[in-house]
């Protein structure tokens, strides 16, 4: 089993930054790539941004430019720089690990809230 811990969201004005955090522990090694996804209210949970172990990305595109993912394979911590936020980034985020491939290695965090004002 792996456990993931999220930490770093909050209210923050708009134009403003968040750093998120997620840090994984357990039986880690089937995990290969790492990522973020959230939901907000009436709206299905989508994914914002992942790395692999080798450090490729991605990004959605409402968040490029905006969003950094970084990783420390050491720590098996993956984090999320949040630039330039708008009102419209306002959801909980969710911290995810996968192996591809590894069936049953698929695990979430329990969530933060990011609340951006206007």
């Known amino acids: 089993q792996v456990q993931l811990v999220e930490s770093g969201g909050g209210l923050v004005q708009a134009g403003g930054s968040l750093r998120l955090s997620c840090a994984a522990s357990?039986?880690?090694?089937?995990?290969?790539?790492m990522g973020w996804y959230r939901q907000a209210p009436g709206k299905e949970r989508e994914l914002v941004a992942a790395?692999?172990?080798?450090?490729?990305?991605y990004y959605a595109d409402s968040v490029k430019g905006r969003f950094t993912i970084s990783r420390d394979n050491a720590k098996n911590t993956v984090y999320l720089q949040m630039n330039s936020l708008k009102p419209e980034d306002t959801a909980v985020y969710y911290c995810?690990?996968?192996?591809?491939?590894?069936?049953?290695?698929?695990?979430w965090g329990q969530g933060t809230q990011v609340t951006v004002s206007s």
């Open positions: 995810n690990a996968e192996g591809e491939g590894v069936i049953g290695c698929d695990y």
């Open positions: 357990g039986d880690t090694i089937c995990i290969s790539a």
């Open positions: 790395i692999t172990s080798g450090g490729s990305t």
